[in-house]
């Protein structure tokens, strides 16, 4: 089941993110400080909206999204993981899934993701393109020398 993150999902978020095994200390860190403020100030304020999925009464995977300021319909897709419990069994489709509806009853026309171009993330980049995403951009060494940073688009 999908829906909204509450206050008790906040460890099994950052215990994912921290599992994932790609993500950086941070990245990680990124991934708490965003939802300490989406708890403190809330998603309207933020701009970050987590949803979640659960099996089996735990979290199997988390996703942050969220509307990109100066822009007509344009969404960020800032995070999505899944626990590596419960990869390979669909989560991340779900999740990508449920943000693509969600912006699409906000009335948005698009979702942006963005990842790295280092090999560690070929399967990230996989993902996103066996699910309807187009790699409109590469911008060379955009992390960090031979880091690139590779923009996935999705029109909806």
Do not use: N
Request: charged fraction near 30%; charge should be negative.
């Amino acid at each position: 089941m999908i829906e909204t993150a509450k206050t008790e999902d906040g460890d099994p978020i950052k215990d994912i993110t921290a599992k994932a095994g790609v993500f950086s200390q941070e990245e990680v860190d990124c991934v708490r400080d965003i939802w300490e403020e989406y708890l403190s100030f809330g998603a309207d304020s933020t701009g970050y909206h987590f949803i979640v999925e659960r099996q089996e009464g735990r979290v199997s995977g988390f996703a942050c999204y969220g509307y990109r300021d100066l822009t007509d319909g344009v969404y960020d897709l800032f995070w999505i993981a899944v626990d590596p419990g419960f990869r390979r069994d669909g989560v991340g489709r779900r999740l990508l899934t449920a943000c693509e509806d969600i912006v699409r009853t906000l009335g948005g026309r698009m979702i942006i993701a963005e990842t790295s171009g280092k090999p560690l993330y070929e399967a990230t980049r996989a993902f996103y393109l066996g699910t309807g995403y187009k790699a409109e951009a590469v911008i060379k060494d955009f992390y960090s020398a031979g880091d690139d940073l590779v923009i996935f688009v999705k029109r909806l």
